[in-house]
């Protein structure tokens, strides 16, 4: 489904799809390119943010208009609300739906960034700043995607092009698809608490009080 059906498909049918953001609609299958993958849950430490005791697990579908809403409004408050004194562990999880034909490849080119720019002390490397740029651009070609990752953090272009044609990160996409899956999520962005759902994953007060009340 691309952005404009989805658009389309949203307006049609009403609140309740608005509310979840985007969705399989009637069948939140693996998605094909990852149908013959052997998921991997070790092969790249999932990027956080924070080092609170409550967790934040968020899957998102780079794709994704709602996350992409999210993204832009919803995280940098939980950002300077939460995660900057530490009270929440905030985590990112990949669950391609896919809504946009270059869901997988972009989540593919950020976990390129981040094994690139990862380190020991750091191993999200600039996961999250390439995540924000990515989402904010209109250019999802895999040129791109690796002119991208040059521009904000200075990797060398070819470093994602390598990764985007020998799709290297698929294992981890299919381990946290399959782990979303296991947790009951079936559209995105989906927000859970130390384990619990937030009920609208675009409002920034209930998920600060489902954090405040898991603390």
């Known amino acids: 489904m691309n952005r404009r059906s989805f658009l389309t498909l949203a307006a049609g049918v009403g609140t309740?799809?608005?509310?979840a953001g985007c969705t399989a609609l009637f069948d939140a299958s693996l998605p094909s390119e990852l149908e013959d993958v052997e998921p991997d849950a070790d092969q790249l430490p999932t990027p956080t943010v924070g080092e609170g005791d409550v967790t934040i697990d968020v899957y998102e579908d780079f794709g994704c208009p709602a996350c992409q809403e999210f993204q832009a409004d919803v995280f940098p408050q939980l950002e300077q609300r939460l995660l900057e004194d530490d009270e929440a562990t905030y985590r990112h999880y990949d669950f391609p739906l896919p809504v946009e034909d270059e869901s997988i490849p972009m989540a593919n080119a950020a976990r390129t960034v981040q094994a690139a720019t990862g380190t020991d002390?750091?191993?999200t490397g600039q996961f999250f700043e390439y995540k924000r740029a990515v989402m904010e651009a209109s250019d999802w070609s895999d040129e791109g995607l690796a002119n991208l990752a040059e521009a904000e953090t200075d990797i060398d272009p070819n470093n994602v092009l390598d990764g985007l044609e020998e799709k290297t990160y698929y294992p981890t996409l299919a381990a946290d698809w399959n782990r979303g899956d296991e947790n009951g999520v079936d559209s995105t962005p989906t927000v859970l608490v130390d384990g619990e759902p937030v009920e609208d994953p675009l409002d920034v007060d209930?998920?600060?009080s489902a954090v405040e009340n898991a603390a």
Request: aromatic share 0%; net charge negative; proline share 10%.
């Open 121 to 123: 002390d750091e191993p």
């Open 16 to 19: 309740s799809l608005a509310l």
């Open 206 to 208: 209930e998920i600060v």
